[in-house]
């Protein structure tokens, strides 16, 4: 089944504790990006990754961190989480920029 | 920058009902991406338009990108509970970025 995979679904932690997000994708997609949503926000970009070794900003990259060592895996890292981070995150992929496939979703809550 | 503009934010219909969600950008769109998110999940991918004047059509919701490039419409026809969620527009970032932007949403209630 086509899909892509985040892991946690949820998670709480504290401030300055660092984590990973992780995201996979299973249909060889090469543009993969990652997003974040709070009400009356909407959902705006954190980084994209056009290929493995190819990432860039996007909107909102303050705080934030990426690799694309593999096609399919694209980890949202944060080094030094803090409270204005806590959000729910969505990872996604696609051949081609718009036409994109969304993770379920992260709830993160950093205290 | 970029925006884009959802209209109405919200809004509440009775089954069977038609309606339209608009989506204005700020600037010529070259790529608009329609988008429908139930409550707390992910996106799902609904339509992609590109040419001005184009139309499409997913079983009984049509969108439509304006001649000028600048505005898009999102209607559904004769409106199901099963409708009911938050859609989202999309566009492709300007000059060579390949960065995506979206509106706000519209959270659509569908009563029956």
């Known amino acids: 089944e086509a899909q892509v995979t985040q892991n946690p679904r949820y998670l709480i932690t504290v401030t300055g504790k660092k984590l990973t997000v992780t995201c996979s994708q299973n249909m060889n997609h090469e543009y993969m990006s990652w997003y974040r949503q709070d009400p009356g926000l909407g959902l705006r970009q954190i980084y994209y990754?056009?290929?493995?070794?190819?990432?860039d900003k996007g909107d909102v990259p303050e705080g934030y961190k990426v690799s694309r060592k593999e096609k399919r895996n694209f980890p949202l890292i944060l080094e030094s989480p803090s409270p204005n981070q806590t959000s729910l995150y969505f990872c996604?992929?696609?051949?081609?920029?718009?036409?994109?496939?969304f993770g379920p979703g992260t709830r993160l809550t950093v205290l | 920058s970029q925006e884009l503009e959802q209209s109405p934010q919200s809004l509440i219909v009775q089954e069977g009902k038609n309606l339209t969600i608009n989506c204005t950008s700020s600037k010529t769109l070259y790529g608009l991406y329609w988008y429908k998110q139930k409550y707390g999940e992910g996106l799902i991918f609904l339509m992609m338009l590109q040419k001005g004047g184009e139309e499409k059509s997913h079983e009984k919701i049509t969108a439509k990108l304006d001649e000028k490039k600048q505005q898009s419409s999102l209607h559904i026809t004769a409106s199901q509970p099963s409708h009911a969620g938050i859609y989202l527009c999309g566009a492709d970032g300007q000059g060579g970025s390949e960065k995506l932007v979206f509106g706000k949403g519209t959270k659509l209630t569908v009563n029956p």
């Open positions: 990754s056009m290929n493995v070794e190819v990432t």
């Open positions: 996604a992929s696609s051949f081609n920029r718009g036409t994109q496939y």
